[in-house]
């Protein structure tokens, strides 16, 4: 569905990403784990068109990305909820969330809505608040539902257990596993490593912008090396 191949992509013609190469199937959930300074960040620009990449390719559904601007590519149905809970915290929950369907979707967004208070009932709770004034758990799942809006066939999601408690931290890893569940494709980008790798089916390790371990996230999950040699912990 995804497919990656040595992906060159920076900041003013320095690289970050020094030829990543890597895939996500219909269907499936996979990690993305790195360190801070990894380039997940950068790498998560690339794929939604938010920054140009200097080198190699990108393809969704057999189509190459390049030259397709960020709404184009959320047209598509690859989706990002960015990391850092970027709502717009003047406008109400509800306004958030139907922001979601602005570039896809847009007839079915009442029934979306509604799925995603099925998902979130705390959102449907405060459909009139203004998004700033919730928590940061709940601006969190705002994020996610907005995603959801456009129907994506592939969710990218940034960090979602960033910042949230260690028992929003559960709460949350256990939505994504019911979010995924509906037949959507995942692309997990985490710091949080053993979590991510129960979820997942597969998972990549990104260092220095280059990835520098893959497979089986029950594999990696038993590698001793894994978290000492490349995620610093
Ligand atoms: P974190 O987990 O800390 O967010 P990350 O893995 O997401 O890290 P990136 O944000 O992709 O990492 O950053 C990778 C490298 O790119 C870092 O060295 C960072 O300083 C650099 N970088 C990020 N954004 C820019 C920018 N706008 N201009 C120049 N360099 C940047």
């Given at each position: 569905m995804l497919e990656i191949r040595d992906l060159v992509a920076g900041y003013g013609g320095v690289p970050v990403l020094r030829g990543v190469s890597l895939d996500v199937r219909a269907g499936e959930i996979v990690a993305v784990l790195g360190a801070n300074g990894a380039g997940k960040t950068t790498l998560n620009r690339a794929i939604s068109g938010l920054i140009r990449p200097d080198g190699g390719s990108i393809g969704f559904e057999g189509r190459a990305l390049a030259g397709l601007s960020a709404p184009d590519i959320v047209a598509l149905g690859l989706v990002h909820v960015p990391?850092?809970?970027?709502?717009?915290?003047?406008?109400s929950v509800r306004e958030n969330l139907e922001l979601g369907s602005y570039r896809r979707a847009k007839a079915n967004r009442a029934a979306n809505l509604e799925r995603v208070f099925a998902i979130f009932p705390r959102l449907k709770e405060r459909?009139?608040?203004?998004?700033?004034?919730?928590s940061g758990g709940e601006q969190q799942m705002l994020a996610i539902g907005r995603g959801l809006m456009a129907e994506p066939k592939l969710l990218i999601m940034d960090e979602?257990?960033?910042?949230?408690s260690p028992l929003l931290v559960e709460e949350m890893f256990a939505l994504v596993a019911r979010i995924a569940a509906d037949g959507l494709a995942v692309m997990l980008v985490e710091q949080n490593v053993v979590q991510s790798l129960d979820l997942a089916a597969r998972a990549y390790v990104l260092e220095n912008g280059a990835i520098a371990m893959a497979g089986a996230a029950g594999t990696l999950k038993r590698d001793p090396t894994l978290m000492t040699t490349y995620l610093g912990l």
């Open positions: 990391e850092g809970r970027k709502i717009f915290p003047n406008m459909t009139g608040q203004s998004a700033g004034t919730l979602p257990s960033l910042g949230l």
